[in-house]
C-alpha cells in the first residue's frame, strides 16, 4: 500500500472499510467514498478548493444550534432532501404527497382541541384551516395526531424570534372521529430561507433566490399508517416555480379563499398510505 | 417543475446553477450535485439515514476549534485529502514526493538557526535531522523556508496541550547557501489521530485503527518552485501499512539510525520542482 497513487487509492479506502461489523453501514461508506472521490476526480479538484470546501463545512457546522440547522439548510439547497423524502415516499396513487422536513420543526410543541386559534399572537391575516384525515381506501381515520407549523407574516417562525418563550403558529391537534379536523391560524406568506450563514452566501454566490413559496406544515401520523410530513402550498405564489429547497408538489397546491368577512378559508384534506 | 420526482430533481437542481457568475464554482456545484444524488440514489439513502449523515456532520463542525480541525480528519481519513495531494502534486521522477498536510500545522512558527533544537522541551529521543534542498536538476537552493512540526514521545502535538504557552517540536528554518539544512529535534513515534470526536467513533464503527506511523512534516518553500508538503517516515514503522490517512508513499520512508551516542540520525534530501 505504499504505493498508492490517485488510481488505487479509493479501492485502498474502501478495503479499509472491510471489518465494519454493520453491513450497511459499510455499504453506505463504500459508496460515499466511491462518489466522493470521483466528484473530486471529475473537477480535479484543487488542493486550495479543497480547503475552502473544509473551511465552508465547518462555518455549517458551526452556525447549528439548538433552535437553527444549517445542514438541513444545506442539505435541502442542494436536493439532498427532497430526493431522500421522494425515494422513501413513493407511494399509491390517491395518497397525499410527502415534501421536505425544513429545519424548523420542534417537537412538544402545544396541544389544541379542533376550533383552536394556533397562532397565539403570531402576526398575520386570519385563517380557517380544515378537512379530513382519511386512509387510502377513503376511511376516516379517527384520533391522527396533526402536527402543523408555520412562520408568521414577517417569514419567522417562533424560534428564530429571540426573547419568544411561547410556541406560535405552532401546535398538535387530533382528528375527530369522522376524520375531520378544524383549527384557526394565520395565512401563510413567502418568506427567505435564512441567507446570514454559509447557505446563505452559497445561493449568493450562485444568485440562486432564497424566498420559499408560503406553505403551511403538517406532521400527520397514525397507528397502522406511515407518518405523512408534507406542505400546503398556496396557489398564484409567485414562488412556485422556484422554491430553493425543490418542495412544491402539484398536488400539494391549494386554494387559500379570501372571504368577504375578511377570513381566509383553507380546506384540505390529507390521504395516509397504510403500513403493509 | 412541480412535477419534480426522484428522476428529474438532479437536473432540476444544477439548472438551478445556470446564473453562477464564477464558472469554476458552477463546475464545482454541479458535479457535487451529481455525485451527491448518484450516492443518495446508489444506496436508497432512508430519511432516518440521511438525518444520522446530518447529525454527524453537525458534531465534525462543532468539534472544530482554532487549534482542532476534524474536517481536515474527516477528510484525511476517507482519502479524499491524500487523493487531492496526489492530483495537484504529480511530479516529475526524482522530485519528493507529497503527501497529507494535516490539522496540525501553525502559521508563524518560531525561527531558528540552523542547528537549533526545536524540540524546545518537547519530550522523546533526541533527533539530529540534516540533509539538502535542491532542485529537479540537482541545483543547491538557497535560503528555502523549512518550516517542520511533529508531535512528541506521547504523540501530541503542542497545540494539543492545554496550557502550554509556547511552540514545541515546531520550527521554521532556512537552508544554507550550500542547500543545506540541520537541527534538533526528537525522535517521531507513533500515535493514534484524536478518537474522541465524530472521526474517532466512525474509525472505531468500522474497526479502524487510529494509529498513524512515525513522521516528520515539512513544508519547504523557494522562489520558483512549487511548495512541498510532505512529512518523512521511519523504516520498520509498524503502522507504515495501515496509515489511517492514507499518507505514506515508498519514496518518504527513511533510515532514523540511532547511534552509540544515543542520539539518533536522520538524513534527508528534499527535491522541489520548479514552477513552469
Known amino acids: 500500500m505504499n504505493h498508492l497513487n490517485q488510481d488505487s487509492l479509493t479501492q485502498a479506502v474502501i478495503e479499509r472499510l472491510a471489518h465494519t461489523p454493520n453491513p450497511r453501514l459499510k455499504e453506505i461508506l463504500s459508496s460515499l467514498v466511491t462518489h466522493l472521490h470521483a466528484f473530486a476526480r471529475d473537477v480535479h479538484l484543487t488542493e486550495e478548493e479543497w480547503f475552502q470546501g473544509i473551511e465552508f463545512l465547518t462555518a455549517t457546522g458551526q452556525k447549528c444550534t439548538s433552535t437553527r440547522q444549517e445542514f438541513i439548510l444545506l442539505s435541502d439547497v442542494l436536493g439532498l432532501s427532497m430526493l431522500t423524502v421522494s425515494m422513501q415516499n413513493d407511494k399509491p396513487q ?26 397565539n399572537g403570531a402576526s398575520g391575516q386570519p385563517c380557517h384551516v380544515h378537512g379530513f384525515i382519511r386512509g ?12 402543523v407549523w408555520q412562520a408568521d407574516d414577517e417569514g419567522h417562525y417562533d424560534v428564530q424570534k429571540e426573547g419568544l418563550d411561547h410556541a406560535q403558529a405552532r401546535g398538535v391537534l387530533h382528528s375527530r372521529t369522522d376524520g375531520s379536523y378544524d383549527f384557526k391560524s394565520i395565512v401563510a406568506e413567502a418568506y427567505p430561507i435564512p441567507t446570514d450563514g454559509p447557505v446563505g452566501h452559497m445561493l449568493e454566490a450562485t444568485r440562486r433566490s432564497a424566498w420559499r413559496p408560503a ?10 399508517y406511515q407518518t405523512l410530513i408534507t406542505h400546503v402550498f398556496r396557489r398564484g405564489d409567485k414562488y ?8 412544491v408538489r402539484q398536488s400539494l397546491i391549494a386554494d387559500w379563499v379570501r372571504q368577504s368577512d375578511g377570513l381566509t378559508d383553507l380546506a384540505f384534506d390529507f390521504v395516509l398510505n397504510p403500513v403493509v
Open 136 to 147: 387510502k381506501s377513503g376511511e376516516a381515520i379517527a384520533n391522527a395526531t396533526i402536527d
Open 240 to 247: 412556485l416555480e422556484a422554491d430553493p429547497v425543490f418542495g
Open 215 to 224: 406553505h403551511l406544515h403538517f406532521m400527520i401520523q397514525a397507528p397502522g
Open 94 to 119: 390517491g395518497c397525499t404527497e410527502s415534501t421536505v422536513f425544513g429545519p424548523f420543526h420542534v417537537p412538544n410543541a402545544p396541544q389544541y382541541e379542533n376550533g383552536a386559534d394556533i397562532a
